[in-house]
């Protein structure tokens, strides 16, 4: 966009044109002196500025306080409990401050690749603790969180956006096309898993079937990475027009103008993920002895704990979106981050630790796959007719709460595949 002057309602230039060409006002060689002066006094205002309004973006922010805490207790040894409550909280405003960045910057990127930005970066904290946890070998913790990422949004923040729009504005409508066609992608990922589940169970245990369920996962995964793909070409290219209402509620949306530009938005991007991986590094290493205590189960941190504070800053968005009448941006964000972790973050875990010598598969426990089959089916009944209201949400927050308890008694020595085949590849 051409620099204009701030009169006119448009941002000023960070460095004046006439520094840049190395041009002088008045021709006076004095000039120079003036303005570097003002090259090195206006860069750190404006670094300033730009880092109080990112701060400022999101009240969820001041709990930025508890990352160099969560840093500190884990380089010093504050123990288990401690590292994992404060690096717990911190991921918090870190992941609010990593949504903020990549809209930011997916604005810039125009419609396909914005779109691809926000796909690989929606769920970035979740993404970002798994890898750490799968390089430490805590398989249940990745398959807990990546499955805890999908209920969390498919019931908890579907269910508070219906219950949001529901008590505002009675009934409410949204395009059924689009939530059902999501729905139906969350429906094959859901055969996904219940299909190697099926296979363990009816063939004989053993080294054997162990490599077939890893040979299973590993070309399961590319298929529905492609079908992840093809999904991506099929929203922002061949059948656009489904979307363009859509597109259109979120360009109105905004109506406040950009605030940082790609350069400062790709480093803010850039650090906040380092920070996450060593906040989540942190967290992950203190699980076994957070487990070790009989406080909490380790299914219980990956699959409840962990995805609802990755998810805080986006599930706070599409409630406030739902509340405001704009129920297509709403589902979009609920089902639509659900069906990337299925469809994208999932299928990258299994082909990651297939890269790196780690056991994920698709091979889930048979009571999660069965909590995941019944939530994507009360999903599905749900949003088939495109109308929502505020006992359909009740229903949904009703779901997650049942399934979260049970969860909470679930005991971590049931038997999983990551501890059947690890005696094989051992």
């Not at 630790?353 to 091979?363: E, K, P, V």
Request: hydrophobic share 50%; charged share 10%; aromatic share 10%.
């Amino acid at each position: 966009m051409p620099a204009t002057h701030p009169t006119n309602g448009e941002r000023a230039p960070l460095i004046p044109n006439s520094t840049i060409s190395g041009a002088t006002p008045h021709g006076d060689s004095r000039i120079w002196g003036h303005a570097d002066h003002s090259i090195f006094s206006r860069f750190p205002k404006a670094t300033a500025h730009l880092t109080w309004l990112t701060l400022s973006s999101n009240y969820v922010n001041v709990l930025l306080i508890f990352v160099p805490l969560g840093i500190l207790s884990g380089a010093l040894n504050w123990g288990p409990i401690p590292t994992f409550v404060l690096n717990f909280l911190a991921i918090v405003p870190l992941a609010a401050l990593l949504s903020f960045a990549t809209e930011e910057l997916s604005v810039k990127l125009g419609q396909t690749l914005g779109g691809l930005m926000n796909a690989t970066f929606g769920n970035a904290v979740e993404l970002i603790v798994s890898i750490v946890a799968l390089a430490r070998g805590e398989i249940r913790i990745v398959q807990a969180s990546m499955l805890g990422s999908i209920l969390s949004n498919i019931l908890l923040v579907l269910g508070c956006c219906f219950l949001a729009a529901g008590i505002r504005g009675g009934e409410q409508r949204f395009n059924e096309t689009v939530a059902s066609t999501m729905s139906s992608l969350m429906f094959v990922s859901v055969c996904a898993l219940i299909i190697p589940a099926a296979l363990y169970s009816v063939v004989d245990g053993g080294t054997s079937n162990d490599n077939n369920i890893l040979v299973l996962s590993h070309y399961t995964s590319i298929v529905l990475l492609f079908i992840y793909i093809l999904y991506l070409f099929f929203q922002l290219r061949s059948h656009a027009y489904l979307f363009d209402e859509e597109r259109t509620d979120e360009e109105n949306s905004e109506e406040t103008e950009v605030i940082l530009k790609p350069i400062p938005a790709s480093i803010a991007l850039l650090v906040v993920t380092l920070i996450i991986a060593l906040c989540a590094d942190y967290l992950v290493a203190t699980v076994d002895d957070i487990v070790a205590t009989g406080a909490i189960s380790k299914t219980f941190i990956g699959l409840i704990l962990i995805p609802i504070v990755g998810n805080a800053a986006e599930h706070v968005t599409a409630c406030i979106v739902a509340y405001k009448g704009k129920m297509d941006l709403a589902i979009n964000v609920a089902i639509g981050s659900s069906m990337q972790i299925a469809l994208f973050v999932t299928p990258f875990m299994v082909l990651l630790g297939w890269a790196i010598g780690q056991n994920m598969t698709l091979h889930f426990q048979g009571f999660e796959t069965i909590c995941f089959f019944l939530s994507v089916l009360v999903v599905n009944y749900l949003i088939q007719d495109g109308k929502s209201n505020y006992l359909e949400g009740v229903l949904c927050l009703a779901m997650y709460i049942i399934i979260a308890i049970a969860f909470y008694v679930y005991p971590d020595n049931v038997k999983d595949i990551g501890e059947s085949i690890g005696p094989f590849f051992h």
